[in-house]
């Protein structure tokens, strides 16, 4: 594919300096760009290894003096490589129809312009509707729904009665819709507590592989539009993710727990059950949230605390064996004062 | 399914206040209770949320004042509505029989009345005993066993040589008798240590969703009667798990450890290999375990230490600044009056 | 098999005491082994329980005295172990060809002496090389490169363009190439970035079970040979793991990082993105490496210390309590202190 670098500025709306009818045939990291290709710089420390780049065109968000090349100017780099690299790999799915290793339940639906992969297994009265990709070996329940658009990589699980919704990616090896974790203890043993909810995604969702969002008690567990979960995530019964959260690889969630929109739970992240966490939290990596969390906040640690407390707390921790000896070393010397000062003011108490 | 108010205290071994032969169709969380539903209070902070529902009856372990509803009460609510749920939802598996894109190996035995979905692969010498469900994707490997009445969900993996016990429960994707992680250093490189031991699954256990259960070195990796795990849990070679004990989600265990019976691991909690956990010892969420435990005990924290230590500790965390701001202001202070007093004493010590 | 104990010795480069005629069947661990068994010693704190073994034998670095059994002499008797229990328990896997249940891609190339178990969906352009063995229900996409001797075991998800080297492991429910988590803020949503790299395996690697190793976002993720990683580990896109690292059981490596060669990262350790871990580092379990780290050292604690500073610190923290009543005590005594001092030298400073 060969697009001006115009035709590119169109689709990311920047401004080129520079040559308009320049060609370019693809979009590259600044260290592997070949000559043809555009790059793009997203943080300001890249700004050396830019001069180093081959490629013959650079995205920026404000001119470089001393690289000669043309730019596009735009605000948000980062974005526009995004929507840039899109268009040069773009290769919409080609339409496979129904593959004859299929096995389709009674009063199973599917719509048109499908793509179902070898040994797909799908069961009663499942919906899947047009344009659905579904990749092999995957196998779908009872009564569950599956939206247009929407991409299932191999060895995904999708339990009975289940909603996903449009234009969802739901990554290999996830399974979504297994009993949540509920026993009565019973005495000395545990009764299981059936699982009778289900899973309700929504459009734009995107799950990463190996990730595991259990079905509700009662009930649903419910992921809102636009969140995106990274791989081994662990989403237990009855959580609600709100729209366009972020959870990063292996989050764990508890049951019950209410997460905002715009909250970005990173790395190994474990969340209580039955807590509340406020729309745009930061919660920062292998925090450990033991209660709910307001609005707005950045938290750390385990207990978590506020973002700020913690980072001057945890610089103090290394610290921590000097501070004993000095407490030592301070409470001799009060101690020696005090007796010094006994015998020169005879004060006895 | 309808049942008389004293058919389900009959159930749960609860005592009626109230009209004895009101219908009730179904059982529900106070929020979601229908009319004709019963509902029930485990935690007595639900007690105004009680007052809200629309159940017509509740079950409880004291009577609510204020609440002219019919009740059934009962020791232990959360008991009560598992077994209740139970009964509304009961809905045996159909006998699906063997489904013909099985594969069975030479000299497998399967039992009567088994459900065996699609694309199941079951190696030589397996027994799959009655009343066994398998769900679709399922590998189960040589001369490994399934006791009664298991339930095996999709895409799980079974290696060679294991046994499963009577009743028990594995989700989708997981893994069972995997080789354990096992490398001796050759000077720079690893030589693997075979794997040649295997996994035993005693009855009643229920294995979450993509969990990892490696097989032995050599002997056996043994998950004992009324074991439940959470998802995402890992349980390395040789490690021992005693009865009725809870490993909830992302937990994971590291080789030839033994976990005694009634034991709960929390969230994320990770144990080092070659130790010792006591029966009933609680481990709470995140907690290292870098030593052997007692019974009957609670700890926390990374090393572990006994839970209330830790409490107090994670209280002064947050105050690590401000206390190193008082011992270095104290560092003046004694140093401010050793100066006095030598000055006024004459003391040159 | 049955193997003199001068041909055992030989094999691992040891030197007999005793019989050398002597007939060996098998070997097994000092608990378990029985007569005509040899055993081994790795620690010197089973030195003990070596005296109870039934073992007709004994591997070890140095003679026990009081043992009145022939031993074999060998300077690394787990090394020693690894190989002879590779002996005893060799059994070459039997050449299937490849099952008819098989889907072949247009243009896959496959080796000879294969073993391709049912369901296997094998891609377009897909190379096997020869001796491969690939368990049930694994799925190898389009231009998948898979070396000579490598295993892969059931329900692995390999996705399209990556190259696995010889003599690699890979264990079941493992997804390898799945996208990385790529998504450029776009105002309140997230722009997914396609994730065009691809997966390299180099040779004599081996993947635990239910891993996610990510494609790269551009160029690609790199696990170098001889690495050997635990179950349920993620790596993200454009991570380098160098050759002989250990990956322990639930580790979590962020994007773009590298690591060194001969690192072991053990479990539940996390690593945030775009850092450099150097060679022959350790970092210790549940550590949150926060930044880079200089080659052969070891390293603790979130964020990460020297593993030494770590261990005084931790052993003050529970002592964190007696601490903070220790500054306030002393707090008081200063304060009368300066007071009496005040009152005798009538010094108002």
Same mark, same amino acid.
């Given at each position: 594919?060969?697009?001006?670098?115009?035709?590119?500025?169109?689709?990311?709306?920047?401004?080129?300096?520079?040559?308009?009818?320049?060609?370019?045939?693809?979009?590259?990291?600044?260290?592997?760009?070949?000559?043809?290709?555009?790059?793009?710089?997203?943080?300001?420390?890249?700004?050396?290894?830019?001069?180093?780049?081959?490629?013959?065109?650079?995205?920026?968000?404000?001119?470089?003096?001393?690289?000669?090349?043309?730019?596009?100017?735009?605000?948000?780099?980062?974005?526009?490589?995004?929507?840039?690299?899109?268009?040069?790999?773009?290769?919409?799915?080609?339409?496979?129809?129904?593959?004859?290793?299929?096995?389709?339940?009674?009063?199973?639906? =599917? !719509?048109? #312009?499908?793509?179902?992969?070898?040994? *797909?297994? &799908?069961?009663?009265?499942? /919906? +899947?509707?047009? @344009? %659905?990709?579904?990749?092999?070996?995957?196998?779908?329940?009872?009564?569950?729904?599956?939206?247009?658009?929407?991409?299932?990589?191999?060895?995904?699980?999708?339990?009975?009665?289940?909603?996903?919704?449009?234009?969802?990616?739901?990554?290999?090896?996830?399974?979504?819709?297994?009993?949540?974790?509920?026993?009565?203890?019973?005495?000395?043993?545990?009764?299981?507590?059936?699982?009778?909810?289900?899973?309700?995604?929504?459009?734009?969702?995107?799950?990463?592989?190996?990730?595991?969002?259990?079905?509700?008690?009662?009930?649903?567990?419910?992921?809102?539009?636009?969140?995106?979960?990274?791989?081994?995530?662990?989403?237990?019964?009855?959580?609600? =993710? !709100?729209? #366009?959260?972020?959870?990063?690889?292996? *989050?764990? &969630?508890?049951?019950?727990? /209410? +997460?905002?929109? @715009? %909250?970005?739970?990173?790395?190994?992240?474990?969340?209580?059950?039955?807590?509340?966490?406020?729309?745009?939290?930061?919660?920062?990596?292998?925090?450990?949230?033991?209660?709910?969390?307001?609005?707005?906040?950045?938290?750390?640690?385990?207990?978590?605390?506020?973002?700020?407390?913690?980072?001057?707390?945890?610089?103090?921790?290394?610290?921590?064996?000097?501070?004993?000896?000095?407490?030592?070393?301070?409470?001799?010397?009060?101690?020696?004062?005090?007796?010094?000062?006994?015998?020169?003011?005879?004060?006895?108490?």
């Amino acid at each position: 594919m060969e697009k001006t670098l115009q035709e590119l500025a169109n689709l990311i709306e920047g401004e080129v300096l520079g040559d308009t009818n320049l060609i370019i045939t693809g979009i590259s990291s600044l260290d592997e760009a070949r000559e043809g290709e555009i790059t793009f710089i997203a943080q300001s420390k890249y700004l050396n290894k830019a001069k180093k780049t081959k490629a013959s065109a650079i995205i920026v968000s404000n001119k470089i003096e001393g690289i000669d090349k043309p730019f596009i100017i735009t605000d948000n780099p980062y974005l526009a490589y995004a929507k840039t690299i899109a268009l040069f790999h773009q290769h919409p799915h080609p339409v496979l129809g129904i593959d004859e290793n299929t096995i389709l339940g009674e009063g199973a639906r =599917i !719509g048109k #312009d499908v793509s179902i992969y070898p040994w *797909v297994f &799908i069961g009663k009265d499942v /919906t +899947i509707s047009n @344009h %659905v990709v579904i990749h092999p070996h995957t196998s779908i329940g009872d009564g569950t729904f599956v939206g247009e658009d929407t991409t299932i990589y191999s060895h995904v699980s999708i339990r009975e009665n289940c909603r996903i919704g449009k234009r969802v990616i739901i990554h290999a090896g996830t399974v979504i819709g297994s009993d949540g974790f509920g026993f009565a203890p019973d005495g000395n043993r545990y009764c299981k507590i059936p699982q009778v909810g289900t899973v309700q995604i929504d459009n734009d969702v995107e799950i990463g592989a190996n990730n595991t969002i259990d079905r509700g008690a009662l009930g649903k567990t419910w992921i809102k539009r636009g969140v995106k979960t990274d791989n081994l995530v662990h989403i237990a019964h009855n959580v609600v =993710i !709100g729209e #366009d959260s972020l959870l990063i690889a292996q *989050v764990g &969630i508890s049951g019950s727990t /209410t +997460i905002g929109k @715009h %909250v970005i739970l990173t790395g190994q992240v474990g969340v209580v059950g039955h807590l509340e966490i406020g729309d745009n939290t930061i919660v920062t990596p292998q925090t450990g949230v033991s209660g709910s969390v307001p609005a707005n906040t950045i938290v750390s640690g385990y207990p978590h605390m506020p973002h700020k407390q913690w980072l001057k707390s945890s610089r103090c921790y290394p610290l921590l064996p000097q501070m004993r000896k000095t407490i030592n070393k301070l409470e001799k010397k009060v101690k020696a004062l005090e007796e010094i000062i006994q015998n020169h003011t005879g004060d006895n108490k």
